[in-house]
């Protein structure tokens, strides 16, 4: 069956950086725009990064424009994002999703597979 596997998640200081993983299996994703969601304890789900089938266009939520990275592996299905300059406000476990398109998309109805989420902590 289809999987999103997502990894790398952890517990860091504010100022560190973590790189996420999503490994996905079952089929290829390399027609797919992919995005990274994040939830925080008692908050709603919220769009973070996506990045179109071909790497071409990527956007990003405006409070991580300048400090995290989506990018792509077609060859090994899979999907990253590079988050440096870690806030508190960044904590939140990490979902990795698959779209139904192959442009970019920002809203969760536009994602048909989804991960089971990475916790990230950022604490001092």
């Known amino acids: 069956q289809v999987q999103l596997v997502e990894s790398g998640g952890g517990s860091v200081q504010p100022g560190d950086s973590l790189r996420l993983s999503c490994a996905a299996s079952g089929r290829s994703f390399s027609n797919n725009a992919m995005g990274w969601f994040r939830q925080a304890p008692g908050k709603a789900r919220e769009f973070v990064a996506t990045?179109?089938?071909?790497?071409?266009?990527?956007y990003y939520r405006d409070t991580v424009t300048d400090r995290f990275t989506i990018s792509r592996d077609n060859a090994k299905n899979t999907v990253y994002l590079q988050m440096d300059r870690l806030k508190p406000e960044d904590t939140a476990i990490y979902y990795c999703?698959?779209?139904?398109?192959?442009?970019?998309?920002?809203?969760?109805?536009?994602?048909?597979?989804w991960g089971q989420g990475t916790q990230v902590t950022v604490s001092s």
């Open positions: 999703a698959a779209s139904f398109s192959d442009t970019i998309r920002t809203m969760p109805t536009s994602y048909k597979w």
């Open positions: 990045i179109d089938f071909s790497s071409t266009y990527t």
